[in-house]
């Protein structure tokens, strides 16, 4: 069946580092792919989404793009801030099939 | 953009007594939405899918009587947690898709539409 894999967290940078957070995932045909974020104490907001190969996806400075050559949605950032601290999902949708989630990535962002 | 509200946001419950999640679709049709329960180590377990109109589907291992679903409208889906314990302290997250009536949510060439999520209920039992 289909699956994400992200990398495991906590994340911790300074201000202003670069960010990249993993994701590979495994799946048949051709998935749509997210990424949501939740900050502290509320639910998922999507951040950003890429449906087809070489597709980027990009929001709020963060970008990711589907690679389908190597299975992966790895997200980046130049610049973070500390306002970036959150939880960071990846996901693949197939259809109308749920959401299938990795388990999250915890960043924290220090001044 | 579509809003999924999901209420209450916090509640709190002794053990044995039962409490009931609401998730709404306020600007958009969702024939289908779907509860996640989070974990305290981050991960999202999907629970079930419920279907307007029809019963709910339940992921493996979680027990239908317990959570008790019912999606009574386009807009509306209710989770029961019955004879609630501290066990089933977690958070608790809906998602709508939609359904594709008023809601301007692009659909993608694949099919899978976006899924738009509540802020999540957070139960605590007692």
């Known amino acids: 069946g289909n699956s994400v894999t992200q990398m495991e967290g906590p994340v911790t940078l300074s201000e202003e580092a670069f960010l990249t957070i993993n994701c590979t995932y495994t799946a048949t045909g051709y998935p749509s792919l997210f990424w949501y974020v939740q900050y502290p104490g509320e639910g998922l907001q999507l951040l950003l989404k890429a449906t087809k190969a070489d597709d980027k996806g990009s929001n709020k400075g963060f970008e990711a793009t589907y690679r389908k050559e190597t299975t992966s949605f790895h997200l980046e950032k130049g610049s973070v801030q500390v306002s970036d601290s959150a939880v960071y999902f990846c996901a693949l949708g197939q259809g109308n099939t749920p959401l299938v989630f990795g388990k999250g990535t915890r960043l924290s962002v220090i001044a | 953009g579509a809003v999924v509200s999901q209420h209450p946001s916090r509640v709190i419950c002794k053990s044995g007594t039962s409490v009931k999640i609401e998730c709404r679709s306020l600007d958009f049709q969702a024939t289908t939405m779907f509860w996640y329960r989070q974990f305290p180590k981050q991960s999202l377990m999907l629970m079930a899918t419920s279907n307007e109109g029809s019963k709910a589907t339940y992921e493996q291992g979680v027990e239908k009587d317990k959570f008790l679903i019912n999606h009574a409208s386009l807009t509306l889906s209710t989770l029961t947690v019955t004879s609630a314990h501290p066990e089933d302290s977690s958070f608790y997250i809906c998602?709508?898709?939609?359904?594709?009536?008023?809601?301007?949510?692009?659909?993608?060439?694949?099919?899978?539409?976006?899924?738009?999520f509540g802020a999540g209920s957070r139960l605590t039992v007692l």
């Open positions: 998602s709508a898709r939609d359904a594709g009536g008023l809601d301007s949510t692009p659909r993608f060439s694949s099919g899978a539409n976006v899924l738009t």
